[in-house]
């Protein structure tokens, strides 16, 4: 516990993985994808025989990549936990998702199906690999310093990631400096013929920098693996012994229903906040980058302030206080229309994001039993997260593609922010006073 190799290396894989969410899923390439999957001039594209909102379209192929990972990661934590091969499974899942990033960069309107492809494998390599990852913050960190781990595991990443968004928002608004001649290229040619690079250069950095991790790391075989068991029956009987186990975990179980039903909002705002910009707020390229960057580097504060607020009012109430403000944020989103005011929700989107994903993480982890189970357990964690995002995303899609307006589907998130701060209040009653998270 708390050994500093392993904590440092286990930080790095934050750093790591985190300018796939920043770059792919929130800054470039959403931006990138609605400059490719269009007709002419219109938002709608045609695939199957159906008509879809691009931004529709893509919500559904985000909710079916993490359906995928809800219904593969189960299984495969529990045999890592049987076997004592979490790390193994992290390293698979990492070159996975890296390599079909890498892949992002021969995304075209013409390969249209190939790119969604792409994009549902990038999502699903990088979801699952967070199962195993994550199902090593209690094994290397005693109980009163898993806050303060998870938000500095939180922070790195999201300096790691800002550092190179940075360097990709340079490479498209100075593109001279890496070589390349605009001619009389319009703002628009000149970011689609970039973007594929930086697509690139995040797998590089993924899959580059977490080798830090992976040696850093270590396996931890389980006494109880038997010779001759399947591994797949195995990690079956893993899955059912923490089912069994979550049944007499109240405090567990509500939070993990809580859990749910937020990340139903966090994930999906996360996912969709370039294509509001774009497509309601009508901002350019480099406004959307900008203000990805201001929630990054708002995020980092936010870590370490609701880290620091958790120690003197308890993780549920930080927690709560952190989803009022969202609640805030999606009435506020839903009024925005001008640069200055997309400005100012991405600083409150900042300043709770970080707060509520390093809290999460950690309180999740003060309420787990005494057990060997962490992937499995974590495992749970993650599907319910993904579950969240499916039916997140889901409904994000289909409210925008019946009103024909992203604003109805940003303000009816905020119903489930509202329903996970009410499971949340019912958590103190079911722990004592002492417990580390009242």
Not at 61 to 81: F, H, Q, R, W
Not at 141 to 152: F, G, I, L, N, W
């Amino acid at each position: 516990m708390n050994d500093k190799k392993q904590l440092r290396g286990w930080y790095f894989y934050d750093w790591a993985n985190s300018s796939y969410p920043l770059v792919i899923n929130t800054a470039i390439f959403p931006i990138y994808y609605a400059a490719v999957a269009r007709t002419g001039s219109s938002n709608m594209i045609k695939l199957f025989g159906f008509t879809f909102l691009n931004s529709e379209l893509y919500s559904y192929v985000i909710a079916l990549s993490y359906l995928i990972v809800c219904c593969l990661t189960p299984v495969l934590s529990g045999i890592a936990d049987y076997s004592g091969k979490k790390k193994n499974f992290l390293q698979g899942f990492c070159y996975f998702g890296s390599l079909c990033c890498a892949l992002l960069s021969l995304f075209s309107h013409e390969n249209l199906i190939f790119g969604l492809l792409a994009v549902m494998g990038a999502s699903i390599g990088f979801s699952g690999s967070l199962v195993f990852y994550n199902g090593f913050l209690p094994e290397i960190a005693t109980p009163e310093d898993q806050d303060k781990v998870s938000a500095r595991g939180f922070a790195m990443g999201y300096i790691g990631s800002s550092i190179l968004l940075i360097a990709c928002l340079v490479a498209i608004m100075k593109p001279s400096f890496i070589g390349f001649e605009t001619g009389q290229k319009s703002e628009v040619e000149i970011f689609t013929t970039i973007a594929p690079y930086t697509f690139i250069l995040v797998a590089l950095w993924w899959v580059g920098f977490a080798q830090i991790t992976f040696r850093a790391l270590k396996n931890s075989p389980r006494s109880t693996i038997q010779k001759n068991a399947s591994m797949l029956t195995a990690g079956f009987r893993e899955l059912l012994g923490v089912w069994k186990e979550l049944q007499h975990q109240i405090p567990l179980k509500i939070f993990l229903a809580a859990f749910t039903l937020y990340s139903m909002g966090v994930q999906t705002v996360i996912l969709m906040a370039t294509f509001f910009g774009e497509q309601e707020v009508r901002l350019e390229s480099s406004d959307l980058i900008i203000t990805v960057l201001i929630i990054q580097f708002i995020a980092v504060a936010g870590s370490y302030l609701f880290s620091t607020l958790s120690s003197k009012i308890g993780n549920i109430n930080a927690l709560s206080l952190s989803l009022l403000i969202w609640v805030g944020v999606c009435i506020g989103a839903y009024f925005v229309k001008t640069i200055t005011q997309f400005f100012l929700e991405a600083a409150f989107v900042g300043l709770v994001l970080g707060g509520v994903q390093s809290l999460s993480r950690s309180t999740y982890s003060k309420l787990l039993p005494e057990t060997h189970s962490h992937a499995s357990y974590f495992s749970f964690y993650d599907i319910c997260e993904k579950t969240g995002v499916v039916f997140g995303m889901f409904a994000y899609g289909a409210i925008a593609g019946i009103t024909g307006n992203m604003r109805n589907s940003i303000t009816a998130l905020m119903v489930f922010f509202l329903a996970g701060l009410i499971l949340l209040s019912f958590i103190p009653k079911f722990t004592k006073k002492t417990a580390p998270v009242s």
